[in-house]
């Protein structure tokens, strides 16, 4: 069975917030299913197989415009757009309220749609080939840079209209402690609200008017700082929607519940005050920034692993009081009797076994000398496919395989089907982030042509073939899944009169009400995030928006 049905809801949403919900997600999947087919262009093409030229009748003039599209469909519009509307889920079933101002949170997705078709004409055009952190000086078409600021003014949009449902569930419980999915939504949103005035300041003071004609030159330093001010809290942005799974749901999908309510609710305080200030780790090889300022980014780097380890541990504890509860024995054997034959539940699995990888990895890239070995080589994908591609958007995926149906009233089409996919995906990602990796420390460059180059050696050829390989797994375990959720949301059969799939709502073993009131209010959490961010990028910012040199001549493609 792929999901549970019952037959009363604690708490339904309308017709209308599901038909909004489910708006969400159709741009997300889109976004999702076209990024997704250039996957297997890339990893082919190392492998020796160049596709690329078939594509442009299609328009498509080059690697660099596919792998462009690739990222930004991927990486920044699934996410987005799934988030925004799975939060909405979380904050109405949370909350179990209506949204206060519903007009505003469709004000907001449609200045997302709007953003979205700004930002995908010049994409398609090849007037934005930028790659997904569009570094300048690269230079690409003012609308791709007005419609990624869109995107952002409409999610934070969102974000105001989940404020103010807050701000009215606590006039009317004021001593109740906040309900957990919703608590956790709302730290997400502010986080990721401090965390995009970095890129909000690139694109409005020097990316616009630069690309407008307004300025000569740009300075690359100054807007990468802003950009990774906001480029590594964004990678937060995209977990902590899972994490809100991993805490607040799974633990339900497992008959299980949540281990510790005030150890999940550290975790999100500790991604709010520690995911803006590390963005140096993206900077280390920047000549632009002292050996000082690195350090300090890479001391708060290893800070934010601890949020992480956290939630290793209560996630897993919280796994196994469940498969407990199914009759799991031994000491490890209890894994055995987690539900693994529902996709929803095993696509979150998985994506939190290759997150331990990516997770790892990660420790790797902070460290500041071995960052110098494998800054900008095909390591750092091998690393976020294990992260964004796997922890979550194998997360998003297991969670969509309950939320569609909740959303259409329709049973899931095909779970085997499903779990094929996810299993798919998975070998997929083992072998193509295991030979990225590797490949990565032999010196294979990222972001390049690398099938034909004359200078590849031949001891890359065995990984690169994986790549290939392990890629063109992940591009059929994907669209599996794809498939499964489009079919299960169009499809005729409806589930019986009378029953529903409820969001699955964890309780936690302990009484959220015992839970001490520090992790329940914002004041000093947010003070502290503010602090610190101020301390850990001020005097950078105004040495550098000081020493400013816009100097830098464009490169347009
Ligand atoms: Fe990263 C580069 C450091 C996490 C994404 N990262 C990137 C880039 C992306 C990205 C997209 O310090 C490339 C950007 C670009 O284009 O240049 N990253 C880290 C560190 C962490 C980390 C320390 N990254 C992420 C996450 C991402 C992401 C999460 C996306 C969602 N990353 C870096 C650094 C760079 C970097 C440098 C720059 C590299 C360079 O030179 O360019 C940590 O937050 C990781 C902590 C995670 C863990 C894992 C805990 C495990 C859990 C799983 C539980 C298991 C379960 C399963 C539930 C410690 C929680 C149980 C199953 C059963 C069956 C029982
Ligand atoms: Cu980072």
Redesign the pocket.
Known sequence: MAETTTKTPVYALTREERRFVGLHLVFAFAALTIGSLFGPLQALEHAGLDLYPTLEKFGIQSYYQGLTLHGVLN?LVWTTFFITGFLTVAIIRGFQRRLAYPGLNQFGFWTMVVGLLMAAVPLLLNKATVL??FYPPMQASTWFYLGLTLVVVGSWIEGWGFYATYWQWRKDNPKTRTPFIAFASLITMVMWQIATLGVAAEILGLLLPWSMGLTDGIDPQLSRTFFWFT??PL??F??LPAYVS?YGMLPKQVDGKLFSDSLARLAFWLFLLLSVPLGF??Q??DPGVPAGWKYVH?IL??S??FP??L??FT??AS??YGARQRGGKGRFGW?RA?PWSNPSVTA??L???L??F??????A??AYNV?LV???TAW??G??HL??AS??TLSFIGISFWLVPHLTHKPLWQPKVALAGVWTYFVGMLIFSNAMHTVGLLGAPRRTTLGLAPYVPAEWSGYLWRVGFGGSLMWIGIMATIVVVAVTAFRKKELPEGEFVDVPVAESIEDPQRTPVWLDSWKPWLVGTAVLVLLAYGPQLIDQIFGMSATSPRIAP
């Open positions: 990486a997904f952190t480029g590594h990678v937060y995209w977990l991993w780790h993206h280390f090889v890479a780097t290893f934010v692993f992480s380890l939630t290793f996630v897993i796994l196994e894994i987690l979150q699995l994506a939190g076994i997150f331990v990516g997770g790892i990895g990660g420790l890239n902070a960052n494998l800054h900008n750092v994908p690393h976020f992260t964004v922890a979550v």
